[in-house]
Structure formats: structure tokens, C-alpha cells
């Protein structure tokens, strides 16, 4: 992460120290609080304040009108065994990731590695294939919902012309799950525009050795592009994963949960919980406990991969 | 082709880039293009099928079988439509708001980057791991308490919410990028402006910002997708449907209200203008768009 400042910068630091810095270290000191003031300031007031305020929440019942009232670990406890959506959400969830990530790097860095060959008209693909993820996530999610829809949606009547079996795509509770994870699919070109930057600073003589050596494609595939490009793999993972587990828009505009239980993923329960529809009392509290068992999930995620990052990615020695 | 790695904002700035090279082209010509084809099509298919979707009459879309062209062209939708959900009243509210992050988000970020990477102070290491360990954090986490605080000061149903924390470097990622981009000028620079007596506000207003304008045209594109394109946050925040931005307006628009049928062919047509300003940023500014990505990939490559 920190390669790009060796080099060049390295140097001016060395004269730094040595130089006119030390001259000028007051002003320096006071410049950069005010320049990072707001920025501290903002760390201060929206990142810690309130992960401290969520956790002491977690142990609370607590509608938003009347102070909360602590109840230890009852939220857990209630989660955990009497409350019939937590399951399932849990469930729903770990569905969507493990259908959604694996599905995603595979794609994006097979699209990644089509788009890096040379063709009039790359450019062409690269773009089109980009162009979904700068689209309004409302304004692209809501044409798929209709593009599934089974009477009139543009999906089965390509499918039924072809004379391939259609399906219930979103209303069916087998296949809703699948179509949330489709329409999430079609916005793959995030994933491949990073996998792109890799595959590009892989150096050229590396490929050019392994062809002198006659090896084979899908040698070179395993034996060099993959360790050259395992970083930017597991950082991938680890972006991939915490973002699917914290799915939000896609199930709530196309299924809003349904049918069943089938796609309403923790973050709709969440969502539902503490800021339920006009009548309902929020449960605050509860909410704030289903937050922490997505962020301690998160972070077991984070956690787990950066530890078995050394079994599969590569690290040059040399490099610092 | 070549123009990603040569023109990464951070990796361009700081490593040689090897020249023009031979790409291995791994499939014969036919099938490059036949798949090159499929890919393409399964990208522009749903957008066209939207225009038309917009251009049928309201039954039309209900057609058994579906046709994929409409009968008659109803250009109407594209009046009738907007003026379904105030489309002039939420755009602006949606230019508003975003304007005001774009603005906030970049200023901050620039600033703080500016601190972290070239002023010495106590504590400078510290926040940078707390910046960008802060864009590991899910966002999920701080949205109850922070409702409860936007309630308690009376910024509920306000666009304060969503404007403010741009203003106090909301976006953590913007921090990281705008810090290595001002890793990669020469301090020599620096050195020169302060022997002619310039100030830090001066160096970096005169001399840092016009040397950093493509990263800070990247961010400020990266911040408006991600306040244009926002939908949770307005969704918590806005109840009065006259302060809504075009993201929960044009969700509202089919939620099915009171068992009516949602209108597709009106949804359509304004779901393009909705669509129109990315998507003209995205064709006018695309390297940028694809920069910002770039340099993440690049960044951490080591």
C-alpha cells in the first residue's frame, strides 16, 4: 500500500528532516491541525462517536422517544433464540455472499483479462461493461425488476423466443435469491476495472519468459497471473465481502424481503427494526444488536481472510 | 488501450510505466468479438429496452406477448412522466444536495491529504491508519445513533445530514487517494514557494491545487455518483416527499401504493432523465471515472 511513496519521496523525506523543516516545524504543526480539522473533526462525530453509542445501544431497549433502558445482553439472548426472522435473515445472507462474491471476482476478472488483449474496439467493451455501476443504483435496479417481471419482463420473452425454459425470476421463493444476485451481477464492471489496473502492472517479461519456457495458457494463468495479481485478490475479497454482507437496495426495491423470508437479508431486518413503516413502535435497541452481529461478522471476515491471505497470495521479498 | 496504466493518478505519477506492450492474446479474432458481442448486448439491451418501455402507451407495456417495439410512439411519457413525481422540484433538490457534498467532500479530503502528506506533525501517522481504517467500518453501524443525534438537533427531515459530514471529510477513501497523489510532488516545490514567503493556505491553494486537478476531478466525479446515486440515506433522513432527492422519488414511483399498478411506461421515461447526468459525466469524463478505481488497484498492488 505504502510502494507508491518509495522511491523519489524517499529521498525528500531524508532532506527534510535534515533541511529547512526544522526551521518552519511550528507553523508546520499548526497549519496541519487547522488543514485537518474538518476531517478530525468528522472522524470524531460520525465514525466514533457513534460506534460507541451503537455498542451501548446493542444493550438497551429503546423505542427513540423514552431513554433507553439497559438490558444487558437480552437483545442477543432474544436474536439468538426466540426471534423467528433472525435465522433466516442470517440464512438469506449468507446465501447472497456465497452465491454473489465467488460469481463476482470469477466474472470481473474474466472480463478484466478479456478487455487486456489487444482489439479494435476494447475500448468499446471496457466502457459498456463499466457503464452499469455509474448508473443510479434506483434507476438500474428498478429496470430490472421489470426486465424479470414473468408476464410482460424482457427476460422470459428473449428466453421463451429462444425456446429455453423461463422462470418466476423474483417471485419465486427459489429463484428470488438468484435474480437479487443477477441483478447485482450485471453492475460487474467495478470489480473488473480493478482487476484491469492489476493485470496491467503485471510485468510484460514476466509473460515473455514463460513463453521462451513454452508454457502453456493456462500455466501461465496459474503460475503467473494469479500471483501477481493475489494483493489485489484479497483485497477483492475482503471489499467484495463486507459489501454483499451489507446488501441493501437491491432486495429492498425488487423483493422488499419476499416472498417468505427468502431474500430479506439482515440489513432489510435491520432496516425494518429500526425504522419500521407508520404505527409501528422502532426497536431501537434490537436494531442496534442486529448491527453488531453483521459487524462482528464483518470483521471475523476481514480477519479470517487476512490470515489465510499467506497460504494463497504472493509477496515480493524485495519490496519493502 | 494503453491509456489506463499511463494515466493512473497515482501509479502514473510515481512509477514508469513500461512502454506500449504486447498483449498475449489468448483467442482467435472470431471469438473475441463474438463474445465481445454478447457482452456488449447484455450491457445495452436492458437501457434500450427502458427507452422503449418509456415510448409505449401505458397498456401497451401489459401487451401478451410483450413486443419489443411499441406500436405507437408515445413521446408524451417523457412530459407526463416527470410531472408525475415533480420531477423539476426533486432534480433540484438532487443538484442541491449533491452540488453541496461534491463541494464539501473534496475540499476536506484535499485538505487532509494535504496535512497527512507533506506537514510534519504529532500524530500524523495515527490518523492516517484511523482514516483509512475508518473505510473498513460499515456504514451500517453508525446509522441509528446518527439518526438519533440528526433527531435530537432538530436535522431530522433537513438535508443537513446529508450534506454536512461531506464537509467534515465524510468519504475516507478520498482522503487515502488525495494523500498518495500529494506524496508524488517534488517538495522541492514547497521549498521554492516558501522562500518566495508563501504560505501553507497560498502553497496550497496556488501551487498544490492546480497540480493536483485530476485527482481532484476524479474524486469530485466519485462524490457525485455517490450522492446522486444515494438511496438509504435520503430514504432514513427525508420524510417530506418535497424534500426528497430523485433516488427515493423515483423508488416511490413504483412502490405499489394502495394496490395501484405501477405506471412503467411514465417510470421508464423518467427513469432516463434520471439516468442523463451520470451518464453524461461518465461519456465526458470517463478516464477519470476509471482512474479513481485504477488507483485503488494499483495502489495496493505491493
Keep these: ?320 | 488501450m494503453t491509456a489506463l496504466p499511463t494515466e493512473t493518478t497515482v501509479a502514473g505519477a510515481t512509477q514508469s510505466v513500461a512502454p506500449a506492450k504486447k498483449k498475449p492474446r489468448l483467442i482467435g479474432t472470431t471469438s473475441w468479438y463474438v463474445v465481445a458481442l454478447f457482452i456488449c448486448a447484455v450491457m445495452v439491451v436492458p437501457l434500450l429496452w427502458m427507452i422503449t418501455i418509456g415510448l409505449k402507451s401505458r397498456t401497451a407495456v401489459f401487451d401478451i406477448p410483450p413486443k419489443l417495439l411499441p406500436h405507437e410512439w408515445t413521446w408524451s411519457n417523457f412530459i407526463n412522466g416527470p410531472k408525475a413525481i415533480h420531477f423539476p422540484k426533486l432534480l433540484l433538490n438532487s443538484f442541491v444536495i449533491t452540488g453541496l457534498s461534491v463541494i464539501g467532500g473534496v475540499m476536506t479530503a484535499m485538505m487532509a491529504g494535504y496535512a497527512l502528506a507533506r506537514l510534519r506533525f504529532p500524530g500524523r501517522k495515527m490518523w492516517f491508519y484511523l482514516f483509512v481504517g475508518s473505510m473498513l467500518l460499515p456504514g451500517v453501524v453508525g446509522l441509528i445513533p446518527l439518526f438519533q443525534m440528526y433527531k435530537s438537533i432538530g436535522w431530522y427531515d433537513t438535508w443537513l445530514p446529508l450534506i454536512v459530514p461531506a464537509f467534515l471529510g465524510g468519504n475516507p477513501l478520498f482522503i487515502f487517494l488525495a494523500r498518495q497523489y500529494f506524496l508524488a510532488i517534488p517538495y522541492s516545490i514547497d521549498e521554492a514557494a516558501k522562500i518566495d514567503g508563501a504560505g501553507h493556505l497560498r502553497i496550497f491553494v496556488s501551487v498544490m491545487l492546480p497540480l493536483t486537478r485530476p485527482a481532484w476531478l476524479t474524486m469530485a466525479i466519485l462524490a457525485f455518483q455517490a450522492s446522486w446515486n444515494d438511496y438509504l440515506n435520503p430514504l432514513v433522513y427525508l420524510y417530506s416527499s418535497g424534500k426528497w432527492p430523485l433516488s427515493v422519488g423515483m423508488a416511490s414511483f413504483i412502490s405499489p401504493f394502495a394496490g395501484k399498478t405501477p405506471d412503467w411506461s411514465y417510470y421508464m421515461a423518467t427513469n432516463l432523465l434520471y439516468m442523463l447526468p451520470p451518464l453524461i459525466i461518465f461519456f465526458a469524463a470517463q478516464r477519470y471515472f476509471i482512474q479513481g478505481l485504477g488507483a485503488l488497484g494499483s495502489t495496493n498492488q505491493k
Design chain 1, 1 to 320: 500500500m505504502t510502494a507508491v511513496t518509495t522511491g523519489g519521496p524517499a529521498n525528500r523525506k531524508r532532506g527534510r528532516t535534515r533541511g529547512g523543516m526544522s526551521r518552519n516545524a511550528g507553523s508546520d504543526v499548526r497549519a496541519a491541525y487547522l488543514f485537518i480539522a474538518p476531517a478530525v473533526i468528522g472522524f470524531l462525530v460520525f465514525v466514533g462517536y457513534p460506534l460507541i453509542r451503537s455498542f451501548y445501544l446493542a444493550l438497551t431497549k429503546y423505542n427513540g422517544l423514552t431513554d433507553p433502558v439497559f438490558v444487558g445482553l437480552g437483545n442477543f439472548r432474544r436474536l439468538f433464540t426466540t426471534d423467528p426472522a433472525f435465522w433466516p435473515a442470517l440464512r438469506a445472507t449468507g446465501y447472497l455472499v456465497l452465491l454473489y462474491v465467488p460469481l463476482s471476482l470469477i466474472l470481473g476478472l474474466a472480463l478484466a483479462m478479456f478487455c487486456n488483449q489487444r482489439f479494435a474496439g476494447v475500448r468499446v467493451v471496457r466502457t459498456l461493461a463499466y457503464l452499469p455501476v455509474v448508473l443510479p443504483a434506483v434507476a438500474t435496479i428498478t429496470l430490472w425488476k421489470f426486465i424479470l417481471d414473468p408476464q410482460v419482463g424482457l427476460m422470459n420473452t428473449i428466453l421463451d423466443r429462444l425456446g429455453l425454459p423461463t422462470s418466476l425470476w423474483l417471485q419465486s421463493s427459489t429463484m428470488s435469491m438468484p435474480s437479487v444476485v443477477l441483478v447485482m451481477l450485471w453492475g460487474v464492471g467495478g470489480t473488473m476495472i480493478i482487476f484491469l489496473a492489476a493485470l496491467q502492472s503485471v510485468p510484460t517479461e514476466l509473460y515473455e519468459a514463460a513463453k521462451v519456457d513454452g508454457a502453456g495458457p493456462w500455466s501461465v494463468f496459474f503460475r503467473i497471473t494469479m500471483p501477481m495479481i493475489s494483493p489485489i485478490m484479497l483485497l477483492q475479497v475482503i471489499l467484495q465481502t463486507t459489501a454483499a454482507l451489507q446488501t441493501f437496495n437491491q432486495p429492498k426495491i425488487l423483493t422488499n424481503g419476499g416472498p417468505g423470508f427468502s431474500t430479506k437479508v439482515l440489513m432489510l431486518s435491520i432496516y425494518e427494526n429500526g425504522f419500521p413503516t407508520l404505527g409501528r413502535i422502532p426497536q431501537l435497541g434490537y436494531a442496534s444488536a442486529q448491527v453488531w452481529v453483521l459487524f462482528v461478522i464483518i470483521i471475523a471476515v476481514i480477519a479470517l481472510t487476512a490470515k489465510f491471505s499467506s497460504l494463497w497470495t504472493y509477496s515480493d521479498s524485495t519490496s519493502d
